[in-house]
C-alpha cells in the first residue's frame, strides 16, 4: 500500500491568503517599524500600516525588516501576529538573542557580588540623597551631608582638586 503525504500549500511571499478582497489573513513583508509602534507592511503591491502583537514587539525594529510576517485582518485594518520563522540558518542565527532586553537583564546577583548595569545612566535614590553615574565617566554625589570614613587613608588622585 502506497501512501502519499500532502503537500503543503506553497504562498508566495507578500501575498494575501485567498481572494484579496475577502481575506481575513495574508503573509507580507516589514518594510518599517514607525516610532509609534506599528509596523509598514507590503502585502503584493499595497502598503499598510498595521498593529503587532507584544511578542513581535521584543524583536529589535532592525532586525524586522524584510522579514515575513503573518496578519489578519481585523475590522478595516490588519495585525501582525508573528514573525514567519527562517529557513535558513543564516536568518535564525541573525534572530537569535533579539529580545529586548528587560530591565532586570541588567542585574547580576551572586552571594558574593551585586552588579546594576546601565548604557547611559544608573542613579541611586533614597530620599533627598542620591549617587549617579553616566556613559561619560562622571560620577555626582548629592547629599544633606556626606561622610566618608575609612580606617586607612583616604587617597584623592585628578588633575586638580576643586574645594567649595
Same mark, same amino acid.
Given at each position: 500500500?502506497?501512501?502519499?503525504?500532502?503537500?503543503?500549500?506553497?504562498?508566495?511571499?507578500?501575498?494575501?491568503?485567498?481572494?484579496?478582497?475577502?481575506?481575513?489573513?495574508?503573509?507580507?513583508?516589514?518594510?518599517?517599524?514607525?516610532?509609534?509602534?506599528?509596523?509598514?507592511?507590503?502585502?503584493?503591491?499595497?502598503?499598510?500600516?498595521?498593529?503587532?502583537?507584544?511578542?513581535?514587539?521584543?524583536?529589535?525594529?532592525?532586525?524586522?525588516?524584510?522579514?515575513?510576517?503573518?496578519? $489578519? @485582518?481585523? !475590522?478595516?485594518?490588519?495585525?501582525?501576529?508573528?514573525?514567519?520563522?527562517?529557513?535558513?540558518?543564516? +536568518?535564525?542565527? %541573525? #534572530?537569535?538573542?533579539?529580545?529586548?532586553?528587560?530591565?532586570?537583564?541588567?542585574?547580576?546577583?551572586?552571594?558574593?557580588?551585586?552588579?546594576?548595569?546601565?548604557?547611559?545612566?544608573?542613579? $541611586? @535614590?533614597? !530620599?533627598?540623597?542620591?549617587?549617579?553615574?553616566?556613559?561619560?565617566?562622571?560620577?555626582?554625589?548629592? +547629599?544633606?551631608? %556626606? #561622610?566618608?570614613?575609612?580606617?586607612?587613608?583616604?587617597?584623592?588622585?585628578?588633575?586638580?582638586?576643586?574645594?567649595?
Amino acid at each position: 500500500m502506497r501512501t502519499t503525504k500532502p503537500e503543503d500549500p506553497v504562498v508566495p511571499a507578500s501575498q494575501v491568503v485567498g481572494e484579496s478582497n475577502t481575506a481575513m489573513s495574508a503573509i507580507g513583508e516589514i518594510t518599517d517599524v514607525t516610532p509609534d509602534g506599528h509596523l509598514t507592511v507590503r502585502i503584493g503591491e499595497v502598503t499598510h500600516v498595521v498593529k503587532m502583537t507584544a511578542t513581535i514587539g521584543r524583536f529589535a525594529p532592525e532586525k524586522l525588516l524584510s522579514r515575513e510576517v503573518l496578519l $489578519l @485582518r481585523c !475590522g478595516e485594518g490588519w495585525v501582525a501576529l508573528d514573525v514567519m520563522e527562517p529557513n535558513d540558518i543564516v +536568518a535564525r542565527e %541573525l #534572530l537569535q538573542g533579539t529580545e529586548t532586553p528587560s530591565f532586570f537583564d541588567s542585574i547580576e546577583a551572586t552571594p558574593d557580588r551585586l552588579v546594576l548595569s546601565a548604557l547611559k545612566h544608573l542613579e $541611586l @535614590r533614597v !530620599g533627598k540623597s542620591s549617587i549617579v553615574i553616566n556613559d561619560e565617566g562622571k560620577i555626582t554625589t548629592r +547629599a544633606e551631608r %556626606l #561622610l566618608q570614613w575609612a580606617k586607612g587613608a583616604i587617597r584623592i588622585k585628578g588633575g586638580h582638586v576643586d574645594i567649595n
